[in-house]
């Protein structure tokens, strides 16, 4: 009697299952997790199931073998062929049911109607008056639009991006074309000083940790330091100080995780050197940035009472500081490890998270000097991936029309040995390069800001919007992670009882 009870038990449960299934996939199918295709269709196996003899059921080893929870030979096969596609799920809408299609989970997302519709209006408000014509009379914006169109996945050409080093990019513009794109005139920096510059060249061909940190006492300031005199000249002794010291542990050569490389390297290589720039502040800690939270929040028209949409996360931000706008000029992503320039995590991040949160803080800078068309062109956002000890720098500006042009620095890396010492000092010198490029555009940002020449009407309305002046599109929204079983309009399973209805069979 009783596992005649313990098999009635679980074949109630199964059924309600089934049916909490069924009627939650008709309704919300899109928060249904991606292991539900796989549960129903043990279930339903289940159901076929009630057909057997009572025998069967009298069996335990068959019960256990049609548990919900445990696959089938058949299961196992069908899993293994998903996994082999990978595990993230598209809707496809059919006339009477939905159908699952598995796509690559580490890559791009499928574009659905909505994400090509929003393309499309976003090209068609574009004036043509104002587009990047080449001088061989090729535009850039239907250039971009053209291959966009073509593409199954999210491609930062969907945003307007423009990245000449992306081989699908570059096969749409000819040698000459692409040279003249890469020769438009970037937002002019001042260039080092000629005293930070000699003050590498001093460590050029050390390879002797002993000598170079004799060579770094001898170079230190003591109680002469002057934090506005010589700021970059110390924070190069610390850098390269704190890196002998990790050359010499031995831990740097290790297998070493994200936050390891981010405390142990990239905060002495990078974080110390704005530290005397008040206005900003290197936001650590997976922070998410403003400027995309913005846009989503905008697209979405919130109200009140809607959720607020958070954006996307970073491995640093460079954000202004203070109760005031958040003004965000910079961000970075990191990795533990470094395969190589095809790498998906670099593809991934390098290739299109990246670009798109630079995009959004350019646009909200852009926003806050009033799309005056002299400024736009002198401001830049950048960004760095950090993979294990390599890196490169990614730049983001508007050169024309409604183009953002990703630009990218050289892979540079981090020594771990003393006879490679000497590449640091390119990096160190490119850190203070981002520094003049981000203290340039917050000049910029402030000064533009104030263009007021009469303060009469100061407060009273907002300032009228300059029609003359074309504003950036915004970068596309990311396709949904659609995850959803397979269901079918007809329901194919008999409704059953709840566990202690007057209707069901008792429990005990």
């Known amino acids: 009697m009783n596992a005649r009870r313990q098999n009635r038990v679980k074949e109630t449960i199964r059924s309600k299952t089934i ?9 919300v199918g899109d928060e249904i997790v991606d292991e539900c295709q796989q549960s129903s269709k043990r279930l339903k196996k289940d159901e076929q199931g ?15 073998s049609q548990d919900p929870v445990s696959a089938s030979d058949d299961d196992d096969s069908d899993v293994s062929d998903q996994e082999a596609i990978d595990n993230q799920e598209v809707k ?17 997302l499928r574009l659905s109607e909505a994400n090509r519709k929003e393309v499309d209006e976003a090209y068609k408000l574009m004036d043509r008056r104002y587009m990047w014509k080449l001088s061989s009379g090729k535009v850039i914006e239907d250039e971009l639009y053209k291959l966009g169109r073509e593409l199954e996945f999210e491609h930062a050409v969907h945003s307007f991006i423009l990245d000449i080093d992306d081989e699908l990019v570059a096969d749409c513009f000819t040698k000459t074309e692409l040279r003249e794109i890469e020769l438009t005139p970037i937002p002019e920096v001042p260039e080092l000083s000629d005293e930070v510059n000699n003050f590498l060249g001093k460590f050029i061909g050390k390879t002797n940790l002993k000598e170079i940190q004799q060579l770094i006492k001898e170079l230190s300031f003591g109680i002469d330091y002057d934090s506005e005199k010589h700021h970059d000249m110390d924070y190069i002794c610390l850098a390269l100080h704190a890196l002998i010291r990790e ?3 031995g831990k740097i050569t290790e297998g070493n995780l994200e936050n390891w490389f981010n405390c142990h390297v990239w905060s002495m290589v990078f974080d110390h050197a704005f530290e005397n720039i008040k206005a900003i502040s290197v936001i650590r800690g997976e922070s998410t940035s403003v400027s995309t939270a913005t846009r989503k929040n905008k697209k979405t028209k ?17 954000r202004a500081v203070g109760n005031g706008d958040k003004n965000e000029f910079g961000a970075g992503e990191a990795g533990k490890s470094w395969v190589d320039q095809y790498g998906t995590k670099y593809l991934r991040e390098g290739g299109l998270k ?49 183009i953002c042009r990703l630009r990218r620095s050289d892979l540079m890396e981090v020594p771990d040995v003393a006879e490679k010492f000497e590449s640091i000092l390119t990096i160190l010198a490119s850190v203070l390069n981002i520094k003049s490029v981000v203290r340039e555009t917050i000049k910029i940002v402030q000064r533009s800001g104030q263009t007021n020449k009469s303060f009469k009407s100061a407060g009273l309305r907002k300032r009228p919007r ?13 396709p949904k992670k659609a995850r959803v079983c397979k269901v079918s309009t007809e329901r194919p399973y008999p409704a059953s009882p709840c566990p202690g209805s007057p209707n069901a069979d008792p429990l005990i």
């Open 354 to 402: 990246l670009p798109k949160v630079l995009k959004d803080m350019l646009l909200n800078l852009m926003e806050k000097i009033c799309w005056n068309d002299e400024a736009r062109k002198k401001i830049q956002t950048v960004g760095i991936i950090h993979g294990g000890l390599m890196m490169t720098i990614a730049y983001i500006d508007n050169p024309m029309g409604y």
């Open 92 to 108: 496809e809408a059919t006339n009477d049911k939905v159908e699952v299609t598995k796509k690559n989970k580490t890559g791009p």
């Open 466 to 478: 300059n029609e003359s002046q074309h504003h950036l599109s915004a970068c596309m929204s990311t």
């Open 302 to 318: 919130r109200k009140l009472g809607d959720r607020r949409k958070i954006g996307r996360r970073g491995d640093w931000i460079l």
């Open 247 to 249: 050359i010499e542990s």
């Open 50 to 64: 009630r057909s057997r003899s009572g025998a069967d059921y009298h069996s335990e080893n068959n019960v256990e």
């Open 19 to 27: 049916d909490i299934y069924q009627a939650v996939g008709e309704n």
